[in-house]
C-alpha cells in the first residue's frame, strides 16, 4: 500500500468513527424519497441546448456535483448514489447523447470529445460554473476529457472503473463496436435482452458481464437502460454511433493535461471487472498530482458503483471535506 493511500484511508476511517452516531446519516434524510424507475421518469428534466435536448435529473442545492454515466446506460446509474448525497451537493446526472433519454437531432456528431463539449453547456444553462466529478466506465473517459478541456471547472474528481490512457477502448469492447459499425449492435445485443430479461442477467447479457450480482438486475432497470435504444431508427443508429466513436482513443493525448490539473481526486476500482484493471487506476494515481489514492473493491464489477451506492457517497464525502456532524 502506497503511504498516501494509507494516509487517506487513516483519515476517511477515523472520520467514519467520528459519524458513527449518526452512521449513514446521508440515507436518513427526512425528505428523501427513493429514485425508481418511475421517479426517475417523473422527476427528468430537459435542457434545450444547440447540440442536443439533454435530459437530466437534478436533486439537492448548493455546490454541484456532475454524475457522469457508462455504456450503455443513462443517468439512472447513479440513482441510489444521488439519494444519498443529496442532502450535501446539487446533483446532476444528465444522459449522455445517444443514451437514456437525451434527444439529439440526426446529423449531430456523438464521440466522447462532443460529449465533453455538451455537459459544459449544460452546466452553463444550469448556471453552474465549478462542479465535483464522479464518473463510470465511458463516462470516465468524457470526465477526464472534461478536466482536460475545463480544468478551472472541475473542483475534485471521483473515477470509478473506466477508460483510462492506452487503454482505450479495452480489447473486450471491440467486439461491440464491429458490432456498431456494422448497424447491428442495438438488433443484435440489445434487442434480444429486451426480450428475455433472464438473458440480460446471464453471463452472456449486461447483467454478467458488467454487475457484481447479475441475478438482481430488475426487470424495470433492464427497460429503463434499453427501452430509448429500441423507439425510433434515430435512438438506434446513434447508439451505435456512439460506440463506433470509441474506437479512436482520445485519451492519450490529454496526458499533459491530466499532469497540470492539480484538483483533488480519487480511484475507487472494482476488481471483478476484466475490462479495467486496477493497474489503470494506478496509472490515473502517479499520473494525476492531487491523488488521494486508490480503494480497491474486491469482487465487484464495473458497474459497482450502481450496487454499491454507500462506498461511492462515503467516498464522496470524504474527497469532498464533508463531515456529517457538520449537517447535524
Known amino acids: 500500500m502506497k503511504r498516501r493511500d494509507f494516509l487517506y484511508g487513516s483519515s476517511a476511517m477515523a472520520a467514519k468513527a467520528v459519524l458513527l452516531p449518526r452512521a449513514f446519516a446521508y440515507t436518513k434524510v427526512a425528505d428523501l424519497k427513493p429514485i425508481d424507475a418511475k421517479a426517475f421518469h417523473a422527476s427528468r428534466k430537459f435542457a434545450n441546448l444547440s447540440v442536443s435536448r439533454v435530459a437530466y435529473i437534478e436533486r439537492g442545492q448548493g455546490q454541484a456535483a456532475l454524475f457522469i454515466h457508462g455504456y450503455p446506460l443513462n443517468g439512472f446509474q447513479w440513482r441510489g448514489v444521488i439519494e444519498r448525497l443529496q442532502e450535501y451537493r446539487r446533483c446532476v446526472a444528465p444522459d449522455v447523447m445517444g443514451m437514456g433519454y437525451t434527444q439529439t437531432p440526426s446529423g449531430q456528431t456523438i464521440s466522447p470529445e462532443t460529449q465533453a463539449d455538451m455537459l459544459a453547456m449544460l452546466l452553463d444553462s444550469l448556471h453552474i460554473h465549478e462542479t465535483d466529478v464522479v464518473a463510470n466506465d465511458s463516462g ?189
Open 140 to 328: 470516465g473517459m468524457v470526465a477526464q476529457l472534461y478536466v482536460a478541456r475545463h480544468p478551472s471547472r472541475v473542483r475534485t474528481l471521483l473515477l470509478t472503473n473506466c477508460d483510462v490512457d492506452q487503454n482505450s477502448p479495452p480489447p473486450q469492447f471491440l467486439p461491440l463496436i464491429k458490432l456498431a459499425k456494422e448497424g447491428t449492435l442495438v438488433d443484435k445485443f440489445i434487442v434480444p435482452q429486451l426480450n428475455d430479461k433472464q438473458l440480460a442477467r446471464s453471463a452472456k447479457g449486461m447483467g454478467g458481464i458488467a454487475y457484481t450480482h447479475p441475478e438482481d438486475l430488475a426487470d424495470e432497470t433492464i427497460e429503463t437502460y434499453f427501452r430509448p435504444f429500441v423507439e425510433n431508427p434515430v435512438t438506434k443508429s446513434q447508439m451505435q454511433q456512439y460506440a463506433a466513436s470509441m474506437e479512436a482513443n482520445p485519451l492519450v493525448a490529454i496526458r499533459e493535461e491530466l499532469r497540470q490539473w492539480k484538483g483533488p481526486a480519487r480511484m475507487v476500482w472494482g476488481l471483478k471487472d476484466t475490462l479495467f484493471g486496477v493497474e489503470w487506476a494506478e496509472w490515473l494515481d502517479r499520473t494525476l498530482p492531487g491523488s488521494r489514492g486508490v480503494r480497491r473493491i474486491e469482487g465487484a464489477n464495473l458497474f459497482f458503483p450502481e450496487e454499491m451506492p454507500d462506498i461511492i457517497a462515503e467516498e464522496a464525502l470524504a474527497l469532498w471535506g464533508i463531515s456529517s456532524l457538520q449537517h447535524a
